[in-house]
């Protein structure tokens, strides 16, 4: 089963319990750039979604966040530029915000990589 909000998620205490650092960042809305990092099957992909759960579930029950998964394996840095694109107008549009989570990241090159720090 997996976790559906940061509360579910069994260890990892001194990142995600209450008063914890990221825990702190989140429930003030100030959600960090961060890489979480771990073999396969550790549960990153399921701590992403939670924390989107748990930003959303500190929004007065408004589902204001929403995630984006893309695969480095199958992306390129013009999906990832479409994907933020998109993020910008739906913040625009309905102020959602996106989490942009990118499975794989180590396989992109260096090129790849460094499109992440263009400005526009």
């Known amino acids: 089963m997996r976790p559906r909000t940061l509360d579910d998620v069994v260890g990892q205490d001194h990142l995600l319990a209450p008063k914890s650092l990221l825990r702190s960042a ?48 199958t992306s390129g840095v013009k999906d990832v530029r479409e994907a933020v694109d998109e993020a910008r107008r739906m913040k625009k549009k309905s102020n959602k915000r996106t989490i942009l989570f990118i499975d794989e990241v180590h396989r992109f090159n260096k090129a790849q990589q460094d499109s992440f720090f263009a400005g526009d």
């Open 26 to 73: 989140i429930d003030c809305g100030r959600l960090p750039s961060i890489l979480l990092w771990g073999p396969p099957g550790t549960g990153k992909t399921s701590i992403a979604r939670a924390i989107v759960n748990t930003c959303s579930a500190s929004e007065a029950g408004e589902n204001t966040y929403r995630f984006v998964s893309l695969s480095a394996v």
